[in-house]
């Protein structure tokens, strides 16, 4: 693989890794956000990043609202189409168990609809006024805790060192690249000369 091949592949890689930690930073405050962690490899075309949501658990914080649930292990709440981990639940006008973006909570019986007086129990059974009404999934170990919600595993400090750590990898490369074509472009201006 050619010089500057390898130090495009740098620069791709470092703009990668300031791109994952970005988004984490940008997620600093967002409930039940996972920080995604970048990793680099090594390729025959050079060096490549991916990322992936790590599976640590995020602190949780009590809130006293009925509907606010907080996941203690891994799995996700089904909402509309999507899966999150935000669990700030709220009831619309007509019942049904809501996230801030108005998707419905789902259960096994599809979505969750409540008078104000539900709750919902540790292993995901929805009661109303006694009466199981439906269960939201969890995998096996996971429990639910009502009226708290997980905060971001996101540690503001690192993610910003990650983002400098990122930028300075990103111009070193930059710089070596511009060093290897100045010097390329040197030698075939003395062979000019020389023949």
């Known amino acids: 693989m050619d010089a500057l091949d390898w130090m495009g592949s740098a620069m791709r890689a470092a703009r990668a890794q300031l791109d994952v930690a970005a988004q ?42 009925r509907f606010d649930l907080a996941l203690l292990g891994p799995g996700s709440f089904r909402v509309g189409g999507a899966t999150t981990r935000s669990g700030a639940f ?69 993610e910003t060192l990650s983002i400098l750590t990122a930028q300075r990898s990103f111009e070193t490369a930059q710089k070596t690249l511009l060093a290897v074509d100045a010097t390329r472009e040197k030698a075939a201006n003395d062979i000019a000369r020389i023949t």
């Open 90 to 158: 709220t009831r619309d006008r007509t019942g049904l168990l809501v996230d801030d973006r108005r998707r419905p909570l789902h259960g096994t019986h599809g979505p969750i609809r409540v008078s104000a007086d539900a709750k919902v129990e540790a292993d995901g059974t929805v009661r109303d006024h006694g009466r199981a009404v439906d269960r939201i999934p969890l995998p096996a170990g996971t429990h639910i805790l009502a009226g708290a919600l997980e905060t971001s595993t996101v540690n503001a400090i690192s």
């Open 24 to 65: 984490n930073l940008a997620n600093v405050s967002t409930d039940g956000y996972r920080r995604a962690a970048a990793h680099v490899s090594l390729t025959l075309t050079g060096l490549a990043v991916g990322s992936r949501s790590t599976d640590e658990q995020g602190a949780v914080r009590t809130t006293g609202r």
